[in-house]
């Protein structure tokens, strides 16, 4: 294989916060979006687990959870303090931020106060951006697609809320160049396609 493969899915938060490490490090990969109820088969042979996204090393290497790709890519090791958010963020907020979007999807779920929950997070991370040092942008790169889900939940509401530093950086993360190249679109990959090479350096036309 001439590049690493990148099984993605563009709208998935995880598949994007491995994207942007990639197109941060203009990391070249080939691209291959994924359908979920389509996955190929490709996929589960590499990560029989099949969520995405997953990356496939030249030396066969498979790494099947997002942070891990972007530690990769990025070369990073978290700090305590990262690791605390990243954790936060995938489970806690996570977990509300599912309940708040999909309230039918669970039993006996109030989606109101699953905003409640997932909001006393954003008051925290409102507080912590604030701060100088700010975080990291690679911490910024695997929190931000997750607040980018819970806004366009309900972005009226989302946009009169108290967090002004939440409400700047998520604008100027969604408005970077960086994320119009992260979000790309490709059609579902099928193997007789070309390669599709994810170009960071490329903006969409
Ligand atoms: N912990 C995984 C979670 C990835 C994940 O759940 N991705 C979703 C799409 S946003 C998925 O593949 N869902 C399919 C499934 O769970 O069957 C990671 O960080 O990569």
């Known amino acids: 294989m001439a590049f690493p493969l990148l099984y993605s899915f563009r709208r998935c938060p995880y598949a994007m916060r491995a994207r942007m490490s990639i197109v941060r490090k203009e990391f070249q990969v080939e691209l291959r979006e994924v359908v979920l109820r389509d996955r190929p088969i490709q996929l589960m042979q590499a990560s029989p687990k099949g969520t995405v996204p997953v ?18 890519v990025l070369d990073w090791t978290l700090s305590e303090e990262e690791k605390r958010w990243v954790k936060r963020n995938d489970e806690e907020f996570k977990f509300h931020l599912d309940r708040y979007k999909y309230p039918n999807r669970y039993q006996s779920v109030d989606e109101l106060e699953q905003r409640t929950a997932a909001s006393s997070y954003l008051l925290d991370l409102d507080t912590r951006i604030g701060e100088i040092p700010s975080i990291s942008e690679s911490l910024s790169d695997a929190l931000f697609p997750f607040v980018r889900q819970f806004a366009n939940h309900d972005r009226k509401w989302f946009d009169v809320q108290p967090w002004a530093n939440v409400h700047s950086w998520l604008s100027s993360n969604l408005e970077s160049e960086a994320f119009t190249t992260c979000m790309k679109k490709f059609k579902q990959w099928e193997v007789a396609h070309e390669p599709v090479l994810f170009e960071p350096t490329w903006v969409e036309s």
Request: hydrophobic share 45%; proline share 0%.
């Open 55 to 72: 990356l496939v090393l030249e030396n066969g290497t498979v790494i099947e959870e997002s942070l891990e790709i972007m530690q990769h």
